[in-house]
């Protein structure tokens, strides 16, 4: 009997699913009982001796590891809870938005944590749509080798691999009722990646190479502070409403916020005016995601940057993706159940 046909009490899985291989992040969307589920996993490991800590102790406590000559890894979010412990910086597969080039163990890493979201297929050659960025304009970075080896890996976990665009995903999960019709911007920990699409059709696609980290690393390096204490803060306390009483982090966190956006901006003016953009009569929607959008007070922020920037279109609403975090995987999603109703 197929997994997917409901015998008695046993929940459903539908088949096709949506993953988004992030810097930060590895998160998975799927459909069960016609609900959708989203997992998700930290993108890290860290390094710990054998001799210290035996398998046994991570086998009781169900801890990720992965066990390779005289090492073992933790992976996931059980690394940042050793690193933390050790005082010591979680290792990371991806560096600004594709596989790291530096970082050996880099494959067998991604492999697991892949697995731990995804889990395994309904049926063997079930369709999953993974995310990847789009070419960035600021970096020489491998975007091709990082598609391939991550359809390989999906590969050898038993799904048939398809790729979307990260920014476009976006707009399948949040513009349905706007047509498929606007500017997806997805703020993510290593890069910003943006769709534009008309009718659903991809007009634009582009990354840059700078995201969540960058703010923590130049907010750091300004104040002296270590990153973790940086990111910790702008995780849990930043409001960009709050232009009083700051502290000296929440302030560099905020300048550093005000950079990002502009940037992107500017290199988002910079394409639209290009003379082979189509002219669109209709104001356009833009919606915003990714872990980076979160701190209260993004969305006005972005919006009055963008006010003053001189854009080259006429720009309707700016909204905020109704679940920032999973709005690419759940389009992902989107896709990958349209085309498993057609297989
Ligand atoms: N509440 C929060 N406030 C501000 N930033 C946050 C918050 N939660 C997470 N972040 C930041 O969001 C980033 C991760 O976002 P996201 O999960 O969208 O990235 P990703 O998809 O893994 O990376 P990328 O798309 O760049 O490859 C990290 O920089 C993290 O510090
Ligand atoms: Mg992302």
């Given at each position: 009997?197929?997994?997917?046909?409901?015998?008695?009490?046993?929940?459903?899985?539908?088949?096709?699913?949506?993953?988004?291989?992030?810097?930060?992040f590895?998160?998975?969307?799927?459909?069960?009982?016609?609900?959708?589920?989203?997992?998700?996993?930290?993108?890290?490991?860290?390094?710990?001796?054998?001799?210290?800590?035996?398998?046994?102790?991570?086998?009781?406590?169900?801890?990720?590891?992965?066990?390779?000559?005289?090492?073992?890894?933790?992976?996931?979010?059980?690394?940042?809870?050793?690193?933390?412990?050790?005082?010591?910086?979680?290792?990371?597969p991806?560096?600004?938005?594709?596989?790291s080039?530096?970082?050996?163990?880099?494959?067998?890493?991604?492999?697991?944590?892949?697995?731990?979201?995804?889990?395994?297929?309904?049926?063997?050659?079930?369709?999953?749509?993974?995310?990847?960025?789009?070419?960035p304009?600021?970096?020489?970075?491998?975007?091709?080798?990082?598609?391939?080896?991550?359809?390989?890996?999906?590969?050898?976990?038993?799904?048939?691999?398809?790729?979307?665009?990260?920014?476009?995903?976006?707009?399948?999960?949040?513009?349905?009722?706007?047509?498929?019709?606007?500017?997806?911007?997805?703020?993510?920990?290593?890069?910003?990646?943006?769709?534009?699409?008309?009718?659903?059709?991809?007009?634009?696609?582009?990354?840059?190479?700078?995201?969540?980290?960058?703010?923590?690393?130049?907010?750091?390096?300004a104040?002296?502070?270590?990153?973790?204490?940086?990111?910790?803060?702008?995780?849990?306390?930043?409001?960009?409403?709050?232009?009083?009483?700051?502290?000296?982090?929440?302030?560099?966190?905020?300048?550093?916020?005000?950079?990002?956006?502009?940037?992107?901006?500017?290199?988002?003016?910079?394409?639209?005016?290009?003379?082979?953009?189509?002219?669109?009569?209709?104001p356009?929607?833009?919606?915003?995601?990714?872990?980076?959008?979160?701190?209260?007070?993004?969305?006005g922020?972005?919006?009055?940057?963008?006010?003053?920037?001189?854009?080259?279109?006429?720009?309707?609403?700016?909204?905020?993706?109704?679940?920032?975090?999973?709005?690419?995987?759940?389009?992902?999603?989107?896709a990958?159940?349209?085309?498993?109703?057609?297989?």
């Amino acid at each position: 009997m197929d997994k997917s046909e409901k015998k008695n009490n046993e929940s459903k899985i539908q088949c096709g699913k949506g993953i988004d291989i992030g810097t930060a992040f590895i998160k998975c969307a799927y459909k069960e009982d016609n609900k959708v589920i989203y997992k998700k996993q930290r993108n890290a490991f860290f390094e710990i001796d054998q001799s210290d800590y035996s398998k046994n102790i991570l086998d009781t406590h169900k801890i990720k590891y992965i066990a390779k000559d005289k090492e073992l890894y933790v992976v996931g979010d059980d690394a940042l809870e050793f690193a933390s412990i050790f005082r010591k910086e979680t290792r990371r597969p991806l560096s600004r938005g594709v596989i790291s080039p530096t970082e050996k163990k880099a494959f067998p890493m991604i492999q697991l944590l892949i697995k731990s979201v995804i889990g395994e297929p309904v049926k063997q050659g079930e369709i999953a749509y993974y995310s990847v960025p789009a070419d960035p304009l600021d970096a020489d970075l491998n975007v091709v080798y990082h598609r391939d080896i991550i359809a390989e890996l999906l590969r050898n976990t038993g799904y048939k691999p398809k790729e979307i665009k990260e920014g476009y995903a976006l707009i399948l999960s949040e513009l349905a009722e706007r047509d498929f019709t606007g500017i997806g911007i997805s703020f993510g920990g290593g890069m910003v990646n943006v769709s534009f699409a008309y009718k659903s059709i991809p007009i634009l696609n582009f990354s840059l190479a700078k995201g969540g980290d960058w703010i923590d690393h130049y907010a750091a390096k300004a104040l002296n502070e270590p990153t973790s204490t940086v990111t910790r803060i702008k995780e849990t306390m930043l409001d960009l409403d709050n232009i009083k009483e700051l502290s000296s982090i929440e302030s560099a966190l905020s300048i550093f916020y005000n950079h990002l956006i502009e940037y992107l901006i500017e290199h988002l003016k910079q394409q639209l005016s290009k003379d082979d953009m189509p002219m669109i009569e209709k104001p356009i929607t833009i919606v915003l995601a990714g872990g980076t959008s979160l701190p209260k007070g993004f969305t006005g922020r972005f919006k009055s940057i963008l006010e003053r920037s001189n854009f080259p279109i006429a720009v309707g609403e700016i909204i905020s993706a109704a679940n920032p975090v999973n709005a690419v995987s759940n389009g992902a999603l989107v896709a990958a159940l349209s085309d498993s109703e057609n297989q």
